[in-house]
């Protein structure tokens, strides 16, 4: 109140009257520079069209038309003598015609005295050119061919004296062109110096408005923004408004930060008990599992030693020895849940693994009633990969299939090799089935651990593929409608260089 009273007792005027009288400065002030404008693009206008209309442009017009004839009339020539084709003939003497039509044009608008040399030493190599042509296409019509083509040979020379010299005819008009531009540049100066002058005003009256803005109008709202305890730091705010609004914004933002730390928070607790109860469960396999497992392994490996098999028992005896092993994997996997996998890495092709993968799980395909089919039409490149680790990811995959199968169950494994970016050079697998599929709102949620449809399952195969993938610098992804199957894409990169490009 004391500095509006200090205000009064000065004598100014209200800040309603000096805003209004700033902005009404500032539109007269627009307004001159408004006019100065269109006076300054009627005069570009007038001296526009007395360019476009002058003898000089309409000379510079027809020198380029005759240049881009006597272009087409060589590019005919140079693509060589053609004795008998009369449809090649035709279009010489077209051109001949077009360009004797544009020599004429070009004389009657002469406005350069220089340019008229020129164009006559242009018109003889033309006419040279004519004369010999004419001569060239009766000699080969008698069968002279030899003295034809040497006679062609040289109209082909005139010719392209006759090109030569239209470049500096182009060239003078060329440089007539520019001085006029050059004239038309000197005359828009003057103008430009008015609208500096407009411009200048205009940024004089913003900057006395702005003054009275931010002395009488922002510093107000500096204050808002800050709060009453910042007064001393109102110097240092350079956008009241903006401040205000970030103060507001600040607001809103540690809300949001709040809600998502919340978020954030739940979420992992939530995965803090999912592995906490994956450790438990990991230690009760561990002890209830392996120790057994290991024994069976013994006697089965004595017993391979100790019994004479058929090949078809020692097939067998294979297969059983490599699913116990294959348990055994399952279980360590199990329990390194929590950690990433030691991968042993080898150069190997994916399609040796999936080969194995089948002839592992034969038996199981067989008692499960499903039929396979592989899609390959040549073998996949070499990746550097674990097998065995790869091997558990096609064999929970596949067994998942197998598991959630309906009547006549099928599953389609097809291998391709591209290049996706920024992958670079992959090799894909891709398994689909006929199944019922996966639902749209479970299909994000099938990688996650522990989450799993069926009865009996533990919800950790998926994960612990989707890890495997990604510790091999690949990936796993899901494609599925509910009822129509499912399909997943593992992709790795390779060494190999393809040729052609597969996205899936």
């Known amino acids: 109140m004391a500095w509006k ?166 060239a003078l008009y060329d440089r007539v062109l520019a001085a006029k531009g050059q004239e038309f540049h000197q005359r828009s100066r003057v103008v430009a110096v008015l609208a500096w002058t407009a411009v200048l005003l205009t940024v004089g009256m913003g900057l006395v408005l702005g003054f009275i803005l931010v002395r009488q109008v922002l510093g107000p ?92 028992q020692h097939e067998d005896f294979t297969v059983i020895s490599e699913e116990i092993r294959h348990i055994d994997a399952i279980v360590r996997n199990f329990l390194e849940f929590s950690r990433p996998p030691k991968l042993k890495l080898l150069t190997a092709s994916p399609s040796d693994v999936t080969d194995q993968t089948l002839q592992l799980l034969r038996h199981r395909l067989e008692s499960y009633g499903m039929e396979v089919e592989l899609l390959r039409e040549a073998r996949l490149p070499d990746c550097q990969l674990d097998p065995d680790q790869i091997k558990e990811v096609l064999a929970n995959i596949i067994l998942n299939a197998c598991e959630a199968k309906v009547e006549k169950g099928h599953i389609s494994i097809e291998e391709k090799a591209g290049v996706i970016e920024p992958h670079g050079h992959v090799a894909l697998i891709i398994i689909s089935d006929n199944g019922p599929g996966v639902s749209k709102a479970n299909l994000e949620k099938i990688f996650q651990p522990f989450f799993t449809t069926k009865g009996e399952g533990t919800g950790l195969g998926l994960p612990i593929a989707k890890r495997i993938m990604e510790e091999h610098g690949g990936w796993i992804h899901c494609r599925s409608e509910e009822g129509k199957g499912a399909t997943f894409v593992l992709g790795l990169p390779c060494k190999e260089k393809t040729a052609w490009l597969q996205s899936s």
């Open 221 to 312: 709202i500096r204050a808002l923004a800050l709060g009453p305890e910042a007064t001393d730091g109102l110097r240092e705010v350079g956008d009241e408004v903006q401040a205000l609004s970030h103060r507001v914004q600040h607001l809103l933002t540690d809300v949001d930060r709040a809600k998502s730390k919340l978020a954030v928070s739940q979420e992992h607790l939530v995965a803090s008990e999912k592995l906490a109860l994956t450790g438990k469960l990991a230690a009760g396999v561990a002890h209830s599992i392996r120790n057994p497992l290991t024994s069976v392994k013994m006697r089965l490996f004595s017993l391979e030693r100790a019994l004479t098999l058929d090949p078809v």
């Open 5 to 170: 009273s200090r205000v009064f007792r000065l004598g100014l005027p209200s800040l309603r009257t000096r805003i209004l009288f700033i902005l009404a400065a500032l539109v007269l002030t627009n307004a001159a520079g408004a006019l100065s404008t269109l006076w300054y693009v009627h005069r570009t206008e007038g001296l526009a069209s007395s360019l476009a209309e002058g003898e000089d442009w309409a000379a510079a017009r027809t020198a380029h038309g005759l240049r881009q004839a006597l272009a087409r009339q060589s590019g005919l020539v140079d693509s060589g003598f053609r004795p008998g084709d009369k449809a090649w003939a035709a279009m010489l003497d077209d051109l001949d015609h077009d360009v004797t039509r544009r020599q004429e044009m070009a004389h009657s608008r002469l406005s350069v005295e220089e340019g008229r040399v020129i164009l006559n030493q242009t018109e003889n190599e033309q006419v040279r050119f004519s004369t010999l042509k004419g001569q060239a296409l009766r000699a080969a019509s008698l069968g002279r061919l030899d003295e034809a083509s040497l006679i062609f040979a040289e109209a082909a020379q005139h010719a392209g004296q006759a090109r030569a010299l239209l470049e500096q005819y182009v």
